[in-house]
């Protein structure tokens, strides 16, 4: 009875995830290598991925995607623990400062990147300051912060987003962990860096790392910010399997799939790699 | 200088820098967003100026005309949004209560595959299913569009849900149905205000991410259904900064609302933000 209840309840989340998203993933693994009967792809075959890993401009694509997601994912775990060392202790305005990192988590990726074009770009509010102060005498010797080859318009976009999102993570566990580390390693001598690298650090980070995680495989896969940042060549993978799933050219799909279906990939062996790391490492601890 | 100035030399440092990463916040946070207030009601603004020459109501005058597909593209965005929010508490909430209350056999799996979602991109699966909704009619319909919105906004309802759950004692629940409460009743005044904080916090990721997809909407609704989304792009792309800055100001108010409702619930101990330590 228990056991047909507990099936009871989970069916109806099983279900919309089991067919639209596994089976989702699997029609559009089929359509990546050119089987699928009722479409009319009846020709198996890894063409499509013989293709793209051959191709110039996917690998470009993913060393964009692989630095963007490597660099952001870093500097969100750096500056989440940094902003949450500092909003942890007592200070006047804390009520309003605390709202206003709440403020990003609530806030469409879309707002921000249009404001970071506004602030960033080459006719932006800063190049207009830099102009102004003469630093700078037209706008095109202002850096180009957008649209840029490095994606830093992209990068700024996800740290504002996601900063605020492992810093709550951050300072929860800092919260429940009390003073009593610190004040023991203070009191057998430890000064303020060696208490933070020692007994701070090693409870912050196993703690991220799934938020981490989480943020490295979401910035991977997105589409948003960087079609509306990045330059068009070389764009990010996302960006570039939607282009070619668009093509009027119907024979670019199955590129386009096996582009989508790597992006799923991908990740999914980080995480599977990361949870095996996380057990052998914890399994050793014991 | 003596002992005690000694000692407070550090902490006078430390307090400088905390202050420089506490304006960084706040500076950081605020910037971004003031942008947009400026162009919304600017006509003309010339490079290097640092206030724009002309000031006009034009894109507020275009946003609530009738006329303009802006007033239809915000009650899409509100339809959808809503229904998939609704539609994910009716299959998130029993979700969440058998995954953090129970264990059972190839539990393992099921947190698996329900959290797959949330962390493996969904444009493959969207790109995949796209063909079978043709067949079925589904595509270019708002049916469609929720369909494709639930696959990235489940796993964060039933993980925050579950978490809740976790916390939840079923004692309570017995106690009242002994004192003669019937099931509807044990629901409504025991179980209901316990988890209310999972089903608030859950609800609004599913609400914001849904309300913010771009990829999905587009790819299932072809065009035809038109969110505020895709006119913040369309306008974006046209380099209408005063326009788009408008639409982004009335795409964010639904978020500022939800995060001065639900902030409270976001930290504290009976946060959904703890359920995604288990991921």
């Known amino acids: ?286 | 200088m003596s002992e005690i100035q000694k000692q407070q030399a550090p902490r006078k440092q430390v307090n400088i820098i905390r202050n420089i990463v506490l304006l960084g916040i706040v500076l950081g946070v605020l910037l971004p967003m003031l942008p947009q207030l400026i162009w919304s009601i600017t006509h003309r603004w010339y490079f290097p100026d640092l206030i724009p020459s002309e000031w006009s109501a034009r894109s507020w005058e275009y946003i609530v005309n009738p006329n303009t597909r802006v007033i239809r593209a915000f009650l899409n965005s509100l339809v959808i949004a809503s229904a998939v929010t609704v539609i994910g508490i009716v299959i998130g909430v029993p979700a969440g209560k058998a995954l953090g209350m129970y264990k059972f056999k190839l539990k393992w799996l099921v947190e698996l595959i329900i959290l797959a979602p949330a962390i493996v991109p969904s444009l493959a699966a969207t790109m995949g299913i796209q063909v079978i909704f043709i067949r079925i009619g589904l595509a270019d319909t708002m049916l469609g569009v929720i369909l494709v919105h639930l696959i990235p906004t489940l796993p964060y309802m039933i993980v925050t849900l579950s978490g809740v759950f976790a916390n939840y004692d079923p004692e309570f629940e017995e106690q009242a149905r002994s004192l003669g409460a019937n099931r509807a009743k044990t629901f409504f005044l025991i179980t209901l205000p316990a988890v209310f904080p999972g089903i608030v916090t859950g609800s609004m990721f599913a609400f914001l991410i849904s309300w913010g997809q771009y990829i999905l909407t587009i790819l299932v609704g072809g065009g035809r259904i038109i969110t505020l989304p895709i006119l913040l792009f369309s306008f974006t792309g046209s380099g209408d900064n005063s326009i788009a800055s408008a639409l982004s100001i009335v795409f964010v108010l639904p978020a500022i609302i939800i995060l001065i409702v639900t902030s409270k619930f976001l930290s504290g101990k009976s946060s959904g933000m703890g359920g995604f330590g288990s991921i």
């Open chain 1, 1 to 286: 009875m228990k056991k047909f209840s507990i099936l009871i309840m989970l069916a109806p989340a099983l279900a919309v995830i089991i067919l639209l998203f596994l089976g989702g993933l699997l029609l559009g693994l089929l359509q990546s290598v050119n089987y699928m009967p009722i479409i009319g792809l009846n020709d198996f075959s890894l063409n499509a991925y013989a293709s793209i890993f051959s191709d110039s401009q996917f690998l470009g694509s993913l060393a964009l995607t692989l630095g963007i997601s490597i660099v952001t994912t870093l500097l969100t775990i750096v500056f989440s623990i940094v902003t949450a060392l500092a909003l942890r202790q007592t200070f006047l305005g804390k009520r309003l400062v605390n709202f206003l990192y709440q403020f990003p988590i609530t806030i469409p990726h879309l707002v921000i990147a249009i404001g970071i074009m506004l602030l960033y770009s080459q006719s932006g509010f800063f190049s207009r300051i830099a102009t102004n102060l003469g630093f700078i005498s037209t706008q095109s010797e202002f850096p180009i912060l957008v649209y840029d080859d490095l994606g830093i318009g992209i990068v700024l976009v996800y740290l504002w987003k996601q900063i605020p999102f492992v810093g709550l993570i951050v300072l929860s566990i800092l919260q429940s962990s009390g003073n009593d580390f610190e004040e023991l390693a203070h009191s057998l001598g430890a000064n303020k860096w060696q208490t933070f690298r020692h007994v701070l650090l090693p409870l912050i980070i196993p703690g991220i790392l799934p938020a981490s995680i989480i943020c490295f495989a979401f910035v991977f896969g997105s589409y948003e910010v960087p079609f509306l940042l990045g330059k068009p060549y070389p764009a990010v993978l996302s960006v570039l399997a939607y282009r070619l799933y668009e093509d009027t050219d119907l024979s670019a799909r199955p590129e386009a799939m096996a582009i989508a279906v790597f992006i799923a990939v991908f990740v999914s062996i980080l995480v599977l790699v990361y949870k095996k790391v996380i057990k052998n490492v914890s399994g050793r601890a014991d």
